[in-house]
């Protein structure tokens, strides 16, 4: 009801990320389950996944595909891409932090490690159930990566 700031997670993402750090370029490609958000009360759950927000049942799917790589030297700072949410398209710009590459060390496969984030307005997609009173409108989005390399 816009007196807390209120958390939610999908739990089943799939992706593939391509980079060639000589060249500055490569390409992320993710899809999450809709249907897989999590919240801390099951109540929330059902009506996150309804026609309000994301309406699962029409729209499975949410994804994002990149367009474009920004590095500074070997590190990726930030990803162009197009977010598709609820049937719509639309450009939106990933910040990188934290990006680290290394051995993991219980499996010894090399790996890389990041966090993606951006804000955007859920009203854009078409999300626009309890603005502005009830709901915010800006909706902060972090997306833990963690990748091995093939």
Request: glycine letters at 8%; hydrophobic letters at 35%; a positive charge.
């Amino acid at each position: 009801m816009g007196f807390s700031i209120q958390r939610g997670s999908f739990t089943k993402v799939t992706g593939k990320i391509t980079l060639d750090r000589a060249a500055k370029k490569g390409n992320i490609d993710v899809v999450i389950d809709a249907t897989s958000i999590k919240t801390i009360d099951p109540k929330l759950d059902t009506h996150v996944k309804g026609e309000d927000f994301f309406n699962a049942a029409k729209y499975p799917t949410l994804a994002f595909k990149s367009t474009n790589l920004t590095f500074e030297g070997d590190r990726v700072v930030s990803v162009d891409g197009d977010l598709t949410l609820l049937g719509v398209t639309k450009p939106v710009t990933l910040k990188i932090a934290n990006e680290v590459c290394g051995e993991h060390p219980f499996n010894k496969r090399p790996m890389c490690g990041a966090e993606a984030s951006t804000t955007v307005k859920r009203s854009e997609w078409g999300m626009k159930y309890g603005i502005p009173k009830a709901v915010a409108d800006d909706v902060r989005i972090i997306i833990p990566i963690e990748a091995y390399r093939d």
